[in-house]
């Protein structure tokens, strides 16, 4: 009977996914990536880039935030009960 594990891309054969994960963990050894892993990693980076560039439009930094934080407490604070 040969036993499958859930891997990243779908199932493997679990003796294998055991022997990757040790080569990572314990010896630092890498898996080469195939070539559907490079053109799905570089698909999901490109989104991810689009998806950042929207967010840069308009950055607040961590001042500010703070600073509106404040404003909204001291404008609940000040509110007749």
Known sequence: MMLLEE?????????KYRKVMTDMFWYGVVPEESTEDKAARSKAEAIEAKASIGKRATPKTALEEMRELQETIRAQGSAPE
């Open 7 to 15: 891997g990243r891309g779908g199932f493997m054969d679990s003796h």
